[in-house]
């Protein structure tokens, strides 16, 4: 059974930082596109940061790029995601999530993943 398991979310300040991140299970995830993806309320599910999975690849969306930071432990099934100068919009539930790119072959901000995580909530006050 695949699992992915976030943590690390928490209440921070404006430009302040967090460190997200996805622990996978169930099997290997050598071949997996890692992404992470978010969701404030009321608001559609965003993609934020993908990397590839021999990690030498990276994708970040614009509203995000020079702040967040993904990276992965490909041998440990870990991916994170480093945030940094967050603001209030960045508040959100940020989600983790795990695609075949030898099956699945696509766009990283393309949300047709094959695993999701529950989610971590980041809080961010003004």
């Known amino acids: 059974q695949v699992q992915l398991v976030e943590s690390g979310g928490g209440l921070v300040q404006a430009g302040g930082s967090l460190r997200l991140s996805c622990a996978a299970s169930?099997?290997?995830?050598?071949?997996?596109?890692m992404g992470w993806f978010r969701q404030a309320p009321g608001k559609e599910r965003e993609f934020v940061a993908a990397?590839?999975?021999?990690?030498?690849?990276?994708y970040y969306a614009d509203s995000v790029k020079g702040r967040f930071t993904i990276s992965r432990v490909t041998a440990q099934n870990t991916v994170f995601l480093q945030m940094n100068s967050l603001k209030p919009e960045d508040a959100a539930v940020y989600v983790c999530?795990?695609?075949?790119?030898?099956?699945?072959?696509?766009?990283?901000?393309?949300?047709?993943?094959?695993?999701w995580g529950r989610g971590a909530q980041v809080t961010v006050t003004s």
């Open positions: 990397i590839s999975w021999t990690g030498g690849h990276t």
């Open positions: 169930g099997r290997t995830f050598s071949a997996y596109v």
């Open positions: 999530a795990a695609r075949n790119s030898l099956v699945r072959p696509g766009d990283p901000w393309d949300p047709r993943y094959d695993y």
